[in-house]
């Protein structure tokens, strides 16, 4: 079954930088549309960074020149490189893929759309 799991977060001075991973499985021989999600205490849930099978981008504007989001479909792993970091950055990050929105949107790729999520790594950055 199609299982995805993020590891890489940790604790991270404001200006600094980290690069979470996501490894998938279960979707072998399968386009791989994939997204980063971030959700921080007494908030909702928002879209961080997507990127098709193909290799378009999309960010969100808080994080548009920071954080750069790349896979290797070969070894079935999605990355997010976050750079200058600052503190409203710390939240809890996932993964996801399965995308079933509209792919013609660009800004559905950060919504919700997505059948299949990681369990998440925390962030957090200090000031």
């Known amino acids: 079954q199609v299982q995805l799991v993020e590891s890489g977060g940790g604790s991270v001075q404001a200006g600094g930088s980290l690069r979470p991973s996501c490894v998938v499985s279960?979707?072998?021989?399968?386009?791989?549309?994939m997204a980063w999600f971030r959700q921080a205490p007494g908030r909702e849930r928002e879209g961080v960074a997507a990127?098709?099978?193909?290799?378009?981008?999309f960010y969100a504007d808080s994080v548009k020149g920071r954080f750069t989001i790349s896979q290797d479909n070969a070894q079935n792993l999605l990355y997010l490189q976050m750079n200058t970091l600052k503190p409203e950055d710390t939240a809890i990050y996932y993964c996801?893929?399965?995308?079933?929105?509209?792919?013609?949107?660009?800004?559905?790729?950060?919504?919700?759309?997505?059948?299949?999520w990681g369990q998440g790594t925390q962030v957090i950055v200090s000031s």
């Open positions: 996801a893929t399965g995308f079933r929105g509209d792919a013609a949107r660009g800004g559905a790729r950060l919504g919700p759309a997505y059948a299949y």
């Open positions: 279960g979707l072998s021989n399968s386009a791989f549309d």
């Open positions: 990127m098709t099978y193909y290799g378009s981008t």
